[in-house]
């Protein structure tokens, strides 16, 4: 007799993925894209969401529009974006806030988005994965990022870092110059300004791991789901010299604040006195950390080590997971 064994499929849990972006150059929105393309592809529904700031920010930025901003920056003081295209009865499994960092802040649209009262009913009781693209300094905007997602009442469960290529001098140059000129090219022999393209085609990594963990509920369990996929790197010394210039930097934003608002010209003094500041900060005291943390490194090493495995948390840096996911 003839027996049929019907086996039985595991039913895939499609999900509802709430992406927030915002890209002045098209790199943030591209590193974004290949994390998204996996996940629609699997049949889970993705809507992207790009933040609109009222008044649109330069690209490339005059000089003072640049320094001005500073400011308001630090202290999270967001100039409002328009109103988002979510319909009100959306209910999302899990939100990816993607963002860039401005001023060791996050990014002023989504300082806006985060503390907007839609943005915080969005994240409220969500788990939400952060990506961050940017020069190299982003240690202490996820701070930020991590204390306005708790103070909303989502809970941060991956964070994914994209850092422009070239050693962390070269970039003082080529970010600047993309910024404030537009222009990317690779110049003096220093390498191409951003993210490397080659790093921007393997976000697609996260996106396939990503599914395979909403497949299977991975979000409600509360831990990380994109461990082994070198989500996360630290560059440990770069990390005592962010942090000494964030101190700096909320006391300087404060100042400048006192002496007037964005864009009023009586500030602008002071601004200049900040700049000059910057580029000494930038020209002197950051390579002269670096080079005494590398004269100290027998004594600093184990302290570094701890904290460098400490920053790189939820994700972290290994890579265990790499050749399942990479394409
Ligand atoms: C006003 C401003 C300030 C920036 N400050 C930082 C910074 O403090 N640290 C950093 O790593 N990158 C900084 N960047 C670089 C951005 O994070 C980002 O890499 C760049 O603006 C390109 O992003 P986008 O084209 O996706 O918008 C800054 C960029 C701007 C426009």
């Given at each position: 007799?003839?027996?049929?064994?019907?086996?039985?499929?595991?039913?895939?849990?499609?999900?509802?993925?709430?992406?927030?972006?915002?890209?002045?150059?098209?790199?943030?929105?591209?590193?974004?894209?290949?994390?998204?393309?996996?996940?629609?592809?699997?049949?889970?529904?993705?809507?992207?969401?790009?933040?609109?700031?009222?008044?649109?920010?330069?690209?490339?930025?005059?000089?003072?529009?640049?320094?001005?901003?500073?400011?308001?920056?630090?202290?999270?003081?967001?100039?409002?974006?328009?109103?988002?295209?979510?319909?009100?009865?959306?209910?999302?499994?899990?939100?990816?806030?993607?963002?860039?960092?401005?001023?060791?802040?996050?990014?002023?649209?989504?300082?806006?988005?985060?503390?907007?009262?839609?943005?915080?009913?969005?994240?409220?009781?969500?788990?939400?994965?952060?990506?961050?693209?940017?020069?190299?300094?982003?240690?202490?905007?996820?701070?930020?990022?991590?204390?306005?997602?708790?103070?909303?009442?989502?809970?941060?469960?991956?964070?994914?870092?994209?850092?422009?290529?070239?050693?962390?001098?070269?970039?003082?140059?080529t970010t600047?110059r993309w910024v404030?000129?537009?222009r990317r090219?690779?110049?003096?022999?220093?390498?191409?300004a951003?993210?490397?393209?080659?790093?921007?085609?393997?976000?697609?990594?996260?996106?396939?791991?990503?599914?395979?963990?909403?497949?299977?509920?991975?979000?409600?369990?509360?831990?990380?789901?994109?461990?082994?996929?070198?989500?996360?790197?630290?560059?440990?010394?770069?990390?005592?010299?962010?942090?000494?210039?964030?101190?700096?930097?909320?006391?300087?934003?404060?100042?400048?604040?006192?002496?007037?608002?964005?864009?009023?010209?009586?500030?602008?003094?002071?601004?200049?006195?900040?700049?000059?500041?910057?580029?000494?900060?930038?020209?002197?005291?950051?390579?002269?950390?670096?080079?005494?943390?590398?004269?100290?490194?027998?004594?600093?090493?184990?302290?570094?080590?701890?904290?460098?495995?400490?920053?790189?948390?939820?994700?972290?840096?290994?890579?265990?997971?790499?050749?399942?996911?990479?394409?």
């Amino acid at each position: 007799m003839l027996q049929l064994r019907v086996t039985q499929l595991p039913e895939l849990s499609l999900k509802n993925v709430l992406v927030i972006n915002y890209s002045q150059t098209g790199q943030l929105a591209d590193i974004t894209a290949e994390v998204i393309a996996p996940l629609r592809s699997a049949g889970h529904n993705v809507h992207l969401e790009t933040l609109v700031p009222e008044t649109p920010f330069p690209w490339p930025w005059p000089i003072v529009d640049f320094v001005d901003a500073f400011p308001e920056c630090v202290q999270l003081d967001a100039p409002p974006i328009k109103p988002l295209s979510i319909p009100p009865d959306s209910q999302f499994d899990l939100v990816i806030l993607t963002y860039q960092v401005w001023y060791l802040a996050p990014a002023l649209p989504m300082t806006a988005f985060l503390t907007s009262p839609e943005g915080k009913r969005l994240i409220n009781g969500k788990p939400v994965i952060t990506l961050v693209a940017c020069r190299n300094m982003w240690l202490s905007a996820q701070k930020t990022m991590q204390k306005l997602i708790a103070e909303a009442g989502g809970q941060l469960r991956d964070h994914l870092v994209f850092t422009d290529q070239g050693h962390a001098l070269a970039t003082f140059i080529t970010t600047p110059r993309w910024v404030l000129t537009g222009r990317r090219n690779s110049w003096l022999g220093l390498p191409p300004a951003g993210v490397a393209p080659e790093e921007i085609r393997q976000a697609s990594r996260f996106g396939r791991a990503l599914s395979d963990a909403l497949n299977q509920d991975g979000e409600k369990s509360g831990a990380a789901m994109l461990t082994g996929l070198r989500a996360a790197t630290v560059n440990p010394r770069l990390a005592l010299s962010e942090r000494a210039a964030h101190r700096a930097f909320k006391v300087w934003s404060k100042l400048i604040r006192a002496f007037g608002r964005r864009g009023q010209w009586r500030r602008r003094p002071i601004l200049l006195v900040f700049a000059l500041y910057l580029i000494t900060l930038v020209l002197t005291v950051v390579p002269l950390s670096l080079l005494i943390q590398w004269l100290l490194s027998p004594l600093l090493t184990p302290r570094l080590e701890r904290l460098k495995a400490e920053l790189e948390q939820p994700s972290g840096s290994q890579e265990y997971n790499l050749n399942k996911y990479a394409q």
